[in-house]
């Protein structure tokens, strides 16, 4: 965090509370009350000459030949955790589904589905952080749309965003590319953010606070590419964790996988807290971490860097790609003895006793 | 992580593989009953350390499998009442009732809600009254104290919005009923640690008298189990009966007096369905007279006519050791988590859910 930018406490809403603190109706109206949003809340914040243009769409200059382009709309309760909130979530996990085709990242679109009934302040806060987010990860937001939906028909705010990113490179980043003795690496501790989000919304008031590992990769990408690593594939690990990561890339790339649990990192209040309720760390989300597939000659300089990044402090080699004749992820156990990881049916419920 | 890593060590689980394996002579079945157990057993491959000759069999230890059908369906209707909130531990959400399961329900707009405690229950009660509150109250001796404090809670603080759907059971019948059976296959028993650290195990020294059968008390680590299974084994081969106690970092052989005391007070014993079982007499807890106010079947006036249709499904020999879920000519093929012929594939200690997730070992 740059100490130039305020904490988000000290930050408040410019939009005199006289007029409404809360969003109504009228704020998706596309009358006055919207144009306040867009001029007071989402222009200073994301203020850039594309979206001052205050057109439909924006203009964008396209000096590169490949495009990455992506979309994701993110649903987040509650709208505030412990390491983030849906702003900056909206922001790195768009970010980072465009890194890890090894674009960098440039525009992205916004678009805000709101509860009639939401504190402007709570808005304002989000947008605050999608701009801090923003930065750092240096997008810039070109585009956006607002939509008010009625009291009880949405959970405060839904945020959709797109982005395209830069492909400056000759790599084939992609589950296809995976070879058999490719070496797997992960960038940090799994399952953090999962569980970070199922403490605060089911305030299991843990002793140790659990805080989301929410932030881009894109920075560690670009490090890892601009290193001359000649990487495979790249997935960040989102809903289903690293396991899903693992089946679908297998499943793709039709090679089997075998990973040690004795070397996958998971923080000690996340086990303490997945043992507690009966989850697997291995299937619970993350939303700042990557699993990448490189060659095995490669491996050690790809770990040497992401260590000596900042939201890769954490990372291990934890596996390697087998060609046998079954596509399967297997988990070498610290009793010497393997399973087969699989996809989850449905959530992982907190089981009983 | 301390206390959890010790008893997942490599080193002791090679000691023990070779002590069990130095002591067995002839063949031998053990069964836990305990899904814990069952779960710990699949997903670290305990089976692959064992002899051949050894045979571990999965018993009614999943309180979620041995939930019966009626207590699933009352609590869908209950569910989908009007200004009624249903709270439930996650687990039983997915497990399939006659037509539906309890996440249907929710999707259809019902008011169903993940608890972590009992307690959780009243907090919803007193916070929303206008509306009824159902806890379900499922599980075995060791949810059975907590669930008795909220409900003894719930009449203190007359609490006249929450009310409590009961299908507790308890463990010695149900092994006692496992030894009556003419198709018994078991030469030993794990007893269920958590079980035994409410109860103690003073009441299984009569099964071991009366069945000379040797019962270990037994913990849900990796090690605790095999530690529990060459116990087993050693008494097993030496011809001695006894029950034993593993798990004494927990276990005291007359248990935990005070969550004893409150299951008491609040409940006494009654007969229980067991699914896929049957009624096992004795084997569950209801409602004293004091507290039956607080019963969501009274309170609710529940007229379900309940019909057990005939199914593939054979989680009730599964539960009673008699197959393995490997013997189904279901699993895997029409019964899967996604789509559950019966409640054994839907918790994650149900030994079909179990062997379908950890047990496709790779050859």
Redesign the interface.
């Known amino acids: 965090m740059s100490d130039s930018n305020p904490s988000m406490d000290e930050i408040t809403c410019p939009i005199p509370l006289t007029q409404s603190s809360i969003i109504t109706m009228a704020h998706g109206g596309g009358g006055k009350l919207t144009r306040q949003l867009i001029d007071q809340i989402f222009v200073p914040a994301f203020g850039n000459s594309q979206l001052e243009t205050n057109h439909d769409s924006s203009v964008i200059d396209v000096g590169f030949k490949k495009l990455a382009y992506t979309t994701d709309s993110y649903v987040v309760c509650p709208l505030i955790f412990p390491g983030g909130d849906i702003g900056s979530l909206a922001i790195n996990g768009t970010v980072n589904d465009l890194a890890m085709s090894g674009a960098k990242p440039l525009y992205l679109t916004a678009g805000f589905i709101l509860e009639e009934g939401l504190p402007i302040e709570t808005l304002f806060k989000i947008v605050q952080s999608m701009k801090k987010a923003a930065a750092e990860a240096e997008v810039k937001i070109v585009t956006g749309d607002t939509k008010v939906v009625d009291k009880g028909k949405g959970d405060g705010i839904y945020i959709n965003t797109s982005g395209v990113g830069a492909i400056d490179h000759t790599l084939e980043i992609h589950p296809m590319s995976v070879k058999p003795g490719d070496a797997i690496l992960v960038s940090g501790d799994l399952g953090r953010h999962g569980m970070a989000i199922m403490a605060a919304r089911e305030n299991l008031g843990f002793e140790s606070p659990i805080t989301s590992d929410c932030a881009a990769l894109s920075g560690m990408v670009n490090e890892l590419i601009k290193a001359g690593i000649n990487l495979h594939c790249l997935r960040d690990l989102t809903r289903g964790g690293l396991a899903t990561a693992l089946v679908e890339i297998s499943e793709t790339a039709n090679l089997s996988i075998t990973i040690d649990d004795s070397k996958l990192p998971v923080d000690e209040a996340v086990k303490g807290a997945c043992e507690i309720l009966g989850l697997d760390p291995l299937y619970v989300a993350n939303e700042g971490r990557l699993v990448a597939f490189v060659p095995k000659e490669d491996a050690n300089q790809a770990l040497t860097i992401m260590k000596s990044h900042i939201h890769g402090q954490n990372a291990n080699i934890i596996g390697n790609v087998e060609e046998k004749s079954a596509k399967r992820v297997i988990l070498k156990n610290a009793l010497g003895s393997s399973r087969i990881l699989d996809l989850l049916s449905g959530e992982q419920l907190p089981r009983i006793c | 992580?301390k206390f959890?890593?010790e008893y997942?060590?490599?080193q002791v689980?090679?000691k023990y593989k070779i002590a069990i394996a130095d002591t067995i002579t002839q063949p031998w079945t053990v069964m836990e009953v305990c899904g814990?157990q069952t779960h710990s057993i699949?997903?670290?491959?305990?089976q692959?350390?064992l002899p051949d000759s050894l045979t571990l069999l999965h018993g009614p230890g999943c309180?979620?499998c041995v939930t019966p059908l009626e207590q699933i369906d009352k609590a869908i209707a209950i569910a989908g009442l009007e200004k009624v909130i249903f709270c439930s531990?996650?687990?039983?959400?997915?497990v399939p009732g006659s037509e539906t399961n309890l996440?249907t329900v929710k999707a259809k707009g019902g008011d169903v809600r993940?608890v972590?405690s009992p307690m959780d229950a009243i907090e919803i009660a007193q916070s929303c009254p206008d509306k009824q509150v159902v806890f379900f109250a499922?599980?075995?001796e060791?949810?059975a104290p907590a669930n008795a404090m909220a409900i003894r809670q719930t009449k203190l603080n007359k609490l006249r919005n929450l009310s409590f759907l009961i299908s507790q059971v308890i463990v010695p019948p149900a092994i006692q009923s496992i030894l009556e059976s003419p198709n018994n296959k078991v030469d030993g028993f794990l007893a269920a640690g958590?079980v035994c650290t409410i109860m103690g195990y003073e009441e299984y020294e009569p099964i071991v008298k009366k069945y000379q059968i040797p019962i270990v008390v037994t913990g849900f680590e990796?090690m605790d189990i095999l530690q529990g299974i060459y116990m087993c084994v050693r008494q097993l081969e030496s011809g001695k009966v006894e029950v034993e106690n593993q798990y004494s970092r927990s276990v005291k052989k007359e248990g935990n007096r005070t969550a004893k005391n409150i299951i008491q007070e609040v409940f006494e014993i009654v007969p229980r369905k067991w699914r896929g079982v049957g009624e096992i007499p004795a084997s569950g807890l209801g409602l004293r007279k004091e507290y039956v106010d607080f019963d969501a079947e009274n309170r609710f006036c529940l007229n379900i006519k309940f019909e057990e249709k005939p199914s593939p499904c054979i989680s009730g020999l599964i539960l009673q050791g008699i197959k393995k879920p490997r013997e189904c000519p279901e699993f895997a093929i029409s019964c899967?988590?996604?789509n559950p012929l019966g409640a054994t594939m839907v918790?994650?200690?149900g030994a079909c859910a179990a062997y379908y997730?950890?047990?496709?070992?790779?050859k």
Request: hydrophobic letters at 35%; a negative charge; charged letters at 20%.
């Open positions: 992580m959890v890593d997942r060590n490599s689980a090679e814990g699949v997903k670290y491959g305990i692959e350390l309180p979620v531990f996650g687990d039983m959400l997915r996440l993940i972590y499922i599980g075995f060791t949810t958590h990796p899967t988590p996604e918790s994650s200690e997730r950890y047990q496709l070992t790779p």
